[in-house]
């Protein structure tokens, strides 16, 4: 009985001697655990009521459609983008308006937009004159 008693008494102090090295670690790694982003959350799509961020596209202007309200850019890479524009996109530079955009085939742009589904929607399109 004497040497089950010293043997736990002996653990015990032990046990007390070795927890504060290791529990900063374990303590450290749980709040890891817990601030790390899930691979559920990584793969998640945007959450609603949040904005989707706006991308920049540069290129040559091939062709608008006022009917469609879109238009399509040439990339320096060569991909043809389309985007569809509203009556709250803003056009600056030499054209002030989406419609004067349809005489300026050749021209620069850079067009900033937002992603909608699969579609590319111009929130603002930057005219530069042909050069």
Do not use: C, W
Request: charged share 20%; aromatic share 4%; glycine share 6%.
């Amino acid at each position: 009985m004497k040497n089950t008693l010293k043997r736990v008494a002996l653990a015990a102090a032990l046990a007390a001697l070795i927890t504060p090295f290791y529990a900063p670690v374990t303590h450290a790694a749980a709040q890891a655990d817990r601030t790390a982003p899930s691979q559920a959350d990584r793969a998640a799509p945007p959450q609603a009521g949040r904005a989707p961020a706006a991308a920049p596209a540069v290129g040559e202007l091939v062709r608008v459609d006022p009917d469609a309200k879109t238009l399509s850019i040439k990339t320096a890479a060569g991909a043809e983008m389309m985007f569809r524009y509203t009556d709250s996109t803003t056009v600056t530079g030499s054209q002030k308006t989406v419609a004067g955009l349809a005489t300026m085939r050749g021209s620069q742009l850079t067009v900033t937009y937002r992603t909608e589904g699969t579609a590319n929607i111009a929130t603002m399109i930057e005219v530069r004159d042909k050069a």
